[in-house]
């Protein structure tokens, strides 16, 4: 009928009568249960208020994410991106043993002394920083100018996770003058001595007709070769060719980046060919360095052949234990030579396996123009330079081979294995010498072998678990417990298993 409520309609309203009937009721039940009742008439009455929903916590960033966005942050690829410049980054930390190695290092780029050392004296556990790749910050970028030539630039230094600080090798060097080998941090020579740019700053044109001309601080031809055919991609903690930089330097390990150097690369059909010439450095018109390269790829082949000629190299040592002084504590010695060296490199993909081998030819002659002590070496000057230590070429052959086998898409499973070969280049008495008891420049080898797994969880972060064991004979060993004369432990070897994580962006 109508105007009559039916049972179950939404509109249907209770006389108020009948609701404070029910009400007394229902309120002498909620005295027995000790439940709350809401007051006579409110569900009939009282306007119930709209529903609110929660207050949106994240409301204060939603204009800067429309900002972010309406400038095209972050890149559709993820990348932090803005009118074709770049900021990136990455940090690479882990933890392992060492069954001989010597303290963290808080300035020295690597960290540890991955492979063998004469300061290895003692076990090791803790942080390996920068185990796979280094930690690193920079800035990139590219502008066309005009249909088919556009401006490209980057900039990158890289630094020590555990402290924060700058990728130091000279530093380190000289924070352990004068101070016994035993007894000293982690440190060696390097190229990344403390710059802003100690990785790279370049800028220049590219062009997909004529090729790539860049400018400024770069790798080595060889540097970048070595990043190419390296089963572990350079790494520190399980490459002897990353964490020594011999043969990305074509012979010292400053060379693998060279300052003030002009690069040139072009792609024709299958084949490419590379240039590189590295004008005077530090005012010294006689150091300078120039390289060739040669390449090409097919069906899953790819190979390179280099040939790189560096004069006036320079490799730097710590002052030895009573040879500091208040007036060159923060000077090193150094070791000048011309080098030439001669690489072939060589890569084969099938199905899942990629397979790598590489052979670089170092040789060694002492300069013909020799440094002065209190020349300058990377910011440092040296206290002292050796000029004639190659009356007899030094001969370094290097080989190393591995494969990696992607497991899954984001799992990789790889080996390596490095050997180094050194000729005797002693003279007089010790000519001919193999024994590293009589002297660094008798014949020796240094040889390393490594597994790694590395998965990745994502574009941008992935985990590892590896090892390098690595050993060292004759003259590669001179200096190195045990000694004639300290005839205990095993300093000439030493392994690293290690675990970390790295996170790029």
């Keep these: 009928m109508a105007g009559t409520a039916q049972a179950g309609d939404a509109n249907t309203v209770t006389p108020p009568k009948a609701a404070a009937k029910h009400h007394v009721v229902a309120k002498k039940i909620a005295v027995r249960r000790r439940t709350p009742i809401a007051p006579a008439y409110a569900g009939t009455y009282?306007?119930?208020?709209?529903?609110?929903?929660?207050?949106?916590?994240?409301?204060?960033?939603?204009?800067?994410?429309?900002?972010?966005?309406?400038?095209?942050?972050?890149?559709?690829?993820?990348?932090?991106?803005?009118?074709?410049?770049?900021?990136?980054?990455?940090?690479?930390?882990g933890l392992g043993y060492q069954s001989h190695g010597a303290p963290l290092s808080s300035v020295y780029g690597p960290g540890r002394n991955y492979t063998p050392n004469a300061a290895n004296a003692h076990t090791q556990v803790g942080f390996m920083p920068n185990a796979l790749s280094y930690s690193n910050f920079g800035v990139k970028g590219v502008e066309e100018i005009v249909p088919g030539l556009s401006f490209v630039f980057n900039l990158q230094t890289t630094f020590v996770p555990t402290s924060a600080q700058l990728s130091n090798g000279n530093k380190a060097q000289v924070l352990n003058n004068g101070v016994a080998l035993p007894l000293r941090t982690s440190g060696g020579d390097s190229s990344r001595n403390g710059q802003i740019d100690n990785a790279q700053a370049y800028g220049g044109f590219v062009s997909p007709t004529f090729g790539t001309i860049t400018f400024g601080r770069q790798n080595a031809l060889t540097l970048d070769a070595v990043i190419a055919y390296d089963p572990m991609s350079a790494s520190n903690a399980f490459s002897l060719i990353g964490f020594a930089g011999m043969t990305p330097g074509g012979g010292n390990t400053e060379d693998a980046r060279q300052g003030d150097s002009l690069k040139y690369r072009v792609n024709f059909g299958p084949f490419?060919?590379?240039?590189?010439?590295?004008?005077?450095?530090?005012?010294?018109?006689?150091?300078?360095?120039?390289?060739?390269?040669?390449?090409?790829?097919?069906?899953?082949f790819s190979a390179d052949?280099?040939?790189?000629?560096?004069?006036?190299?320079?490799?730097?040592?710590?002052?030895?234990?009573?040879?500091?002084?208040?007036t060159n504590f923060n000077e090193l010695a150094g070791t000048v030579s011309d080098n030439y060296a001669v690489m072939a490199v060589a890569s084969y993909k099938i199905d899942k396996f990629k397979f790598f081998a590489g052979y670089e030819n170092i040789r060694f002659e002492n300069p013909e123009n020799p440094l002065a002590?209190?020349?300058?070496?990377?910011?440092?000057?040296?206290?002292?330079?050796?000029?004639?230590?190659?009356?007899?070429?030094?001969?370094?052959?290097?080989?190393?081979?591995?494969?990696?086998?992607?497991?899954?898409?984001?799992?990789?499973?790889?080996?390596?294995?490095?050997?180094?070969?050194?000729?005797?280049?002693?003279?007089g008495a010790t000519a001919g010498c193999s024994s590293r008891f009589v002297a660094a420049n008798c014949s020796g080898t240094q040889d390393a072998g490594s597994v790694l797994i590395d998965y990745r969880f994502s574009k941008r972060f992935d985990v590892y678990a590896g090892a390098m064991y690595g050993i060292v004979h004759g003259g590669f060993a001179n200096g190195y417990a045990p000694t004639a004369t300290n005839p205990t432990g095993t300093a000439t070897n030493t392994i690293d298993p290690t675990v970390g994580f790295r996170f790029q962006f």
């Excluded at 060919?273 to 005012?283: C, I, L, S, T």
């Excluded at 052949?305 to 208040?326: C, H, N, Q, R």
């Excluded at 020349?375 to 070429?393: D, H, I, M, R, V």
């Design 46 to 93: 009282q306007a119930q208020a709209p529903y609110a929903p929660p207050v949106d916590l994240a409301a204060p960033l939603v204009p800067i994410a429309r900002a972010m966005d309406s400038i095209g942050l972050p890149a559709k690829d993820g990348t932090l991106t803005y009118h074709g410049v770049t900021v990136y980054g990455g940090i690479d930390l």
């Design 272 to 300: 490419r060919a590379a240039g590189m010439y590295k004008f005077d450095e530090f005012g010294n018109t006689n150091r300078n360095a120039y390289a060739a390269q040669l390449g090409g790829e097919y069906q899953g």
């Design 305 to 326: 052949v280099i040939y790189s000629v560096v004069k006036d190299s320079v490799t730097t040592a710590s002052l030895g234990v009573g040879a500091v002084t208040p």
């Design 373 to 427: 002590a209190g020349s300058p070496a990377e910011g440092y000057q040296l206290f002292s330079t050796a000029n004639a230590n190659f009356t007899k070429n030094r001969i370094v052959d290097i080989f190393w081979g591995g494969v990696k086998y992607a497991f899954r898409d984001n799992i990789d499973l790889i080996g390596a294995y490095y050997h180094y070969t050194q000729n005797s280049y002693a003279t």
